[in-house]
């Protein structure tokens, strides 16, 4: 059982260069979110997906672009990595943004941005 | 932004030992999860509550879902060297929109005694 399927596991950017966080899952979920964990602050909400074919802004978006591809996958992308972007990135799913919001969380993309 | 607030921060254990943590809002929340995360990993979900006053059990883990409906307890019983890691409370204001989003605590860290 897979789950929620992250990648990379670890990155290093330069100031300036862009990527793409993967994610993927295989529950049939149909909400999916980006988190970033940063030391003392907990999870704090990027984006998220409440269907296939929304996205909507969390509480830190600047930054940020998200696609929700389809319904399995969910990327998060850089544009123009900045150092306050290092920290640890998590994407999480769960059946429906409209019940009991359970998530399931990926193992985390660890960024650092020199 | 909604907070939550959680306490302790960190804490040490000594095996055997029970262990209580808590979070408090100013808001109402309909559901509170709480999730264990282990160093590398992402968030495992231990225990989901729905109803104000709920009391449910994982194995040695207890949490409650407060009366009021803006605070939640875990305890852990007779601690043992794995239970050692970051905890998070998670809340869940209403179904839909930024409401259906969890507001995740920072987190007690806990930690073996030396």
């Known amino acids: 059982n897979a789950g929620v399927t992250q990648t990379p596991k670890f990155q290093v950017l330069k100031t300036g260069q862009s990527m793409t966080l993967q994610c993927a899952q295989d529950?049939?979920?149909?909400?999916m979110y980006w988190y970033r964990q940063d030391p003392g602050m907990g999870l704090r909400l990027i984006y998220y997906?409440?269907?296939?074919?929304?996205?909507d802004k969390g509480e830190v978006p600047n930054g940020y672009n998200v696609s929700r591809l389809n319904k399995r996958e969910f990327s998060l992308r850089l544009e123009s990595a900045a150092p306050s972007q290092t920290s640890v990135y998590f994407c999480?799913?769960?059946?429906?943004?409209?019940?009991?919001?359970?998530?399931?969380f990926g193992a985390g993309t660890r960024l650092s941005v020199l | 932004g909604q907070q939550l607030n959680q306490s302790p921060q960190s804490m040490f254990i000594q095996e055997g030992e029970d262990v209580s943590m808590n979070c408090t809002s100013s808001?109402?929340?309909?559901?509170w999860l709480w999730y264990k995360q282990d160093p590398g990993e992402g968030p495992v979900l231990l225990i989901a509550?729905?109803?104000?006053?709920e009391l449910t059990s994982n194995g040695r883990l207890t949490a409650q879902f407060g009366i009021t409906r803006k605070d939640s307890f875990l305890n852990i019983s007779a601690s043992i060297p794995s239970d050692v890691g970051i905890y998070f409370c998670?809340?869940?204001?209403?179904?839909?929109?930024?409401?259906?989003?969890?507001?995740f605590g920072k987190g007690t860290k806990l930690s073996v005694k030396p």
């Open positions: 999480a799913s769960s059946e429906g943004h409209y019940l009991k919001n359970i998530q399931y």
């Open positions: 509550l729905y109803k104000a006053g």
């Open positions: 808001s109402i929340f309909n559901t």
């Open positions: 997906s409440a269907s296939e074919g929304t996205t």
């Open positions: 529950m049939n979920h149909n909400s």
């Open positions: 998670a809340g869940q204001l209403g179904y839909g929109g930024s409401q259906g989003n969890l507001i």
